[in-house]
T-cell receptor, first 113, second 113 residues
Framework: DAGVIQSPRHEVTEMGQEVTLRCKPI?????LFWYRQTMMRGLELLIY????????DSGMPEDRFSAKMPNASFSTLKIQPSEPRDSAVYFC???????????FGEGSWLTVV | QKEVEQNSGPLSVPEGAIASLNCTYS??????FFWYRQYSGKSPELIMF????GDKEDGRFTAQLNKASQYVSLLIRDSQPSDSATYLC?????????????FGTGTKLQVIP
């Protein structure tokens, strides 16, 4: 069975540009998570969805960040406009039920110059 | 106080020795506990999960949970150079459809051949 699939794997963009990260969760998983990882702050939860509905977006840094999940097999995380401090690895993850193991995608490595 | 605390390391152990990784958490209502391994440049992958007080063994790995002391540990027996990675502790509290998953910043383990 395929794991969590993320795209793009790597992106370099200029400050002020829009960035869209994409994720396909594991089939049948009810929960989808977006995490950001940096050396300074570790792994931070940005937002998570349950059955396509956003449940907790308290980790979204500011209005420049938005996330959607239009259906059970697709989610996007958008940054507009991007800033150099947004440079990080963004992980999408999914889990089957509440409290269960979270499975991570391979990550999207974002560099904003 | 951080919600999930881990010693950042590095923890250096000789090949064949036992590596002991520790994690403390602040939320007494936490219900499920996970250890992830993350190699440099890769995504976190699950090593073990534990829900109940006591020990849980899986091959060379043993997870230990003490809810009264709010303490989780991971023992790695017969450590191998391939175990060199950062180990992340994760703690989950959930109710209904809501869950809060918090990761520690990780302990870097170095196994010396």
């Amino acid at each position: 069975d395929a794991g969590v699939i993320q795209s793009p794997r790597h992106e370099v963009t200029e400050m002020g540009q829009e960035v869209t990260l994409r994720c396909k969760p594991i089939s049948g998983h009810d929960y989808l998570f977006w995490y950001r990882q940096t050396m300074m702050r570790g792994l931070e939860l940005l937002i998570y969805f349950n059955n396509n509905v956003p449940i907790d977006d308290s980790g979204m840094p500011e209005d420049r960040f938005s996330a959607k999940m239009p259906n059970a097999s697709f989610s996007t995380l958008k940054i507009q406009p991007s800033e150099p401090r947004d440079s990080a690895v963004y992980f999408c993850a999914s889990s089957f039920e509440v409290g269960n193991t979270i499975y991570f995608g391979e990550g999207s490595w974002l560099t904003v110059v | 106080q951080k919600e999930v605390e881990q010693n950042s390391g590095p923890l250096s152990v000789p090949e064949g020795a036992i590596a002991s990784l520790n994690c403390t958490y602040s939320d007494r209502g936490s219900q499920s506990f996970f250890w992830y391994r993350q190699y440099s440049g890769k995504s976190p992958e699950l090593i073990m999960f534990i829900y109940s007080n006591g020990d849980k063994e899986d091959g060379r790995f043993t997870a230990q949970l003490n809810k009264a002391s709010q303490y989780v540990s991971l023992l790695i027996r017969d450590s191998q150079p391939s175990d060199s990675a950062t180990y992340l502790c994760a703690v989950n509290r959930y109710s209904g459809g809501y869950q809060k998953v918090t990761f520690g910043t990780g302990t870097k383990l170095q196994v010396i051949p």
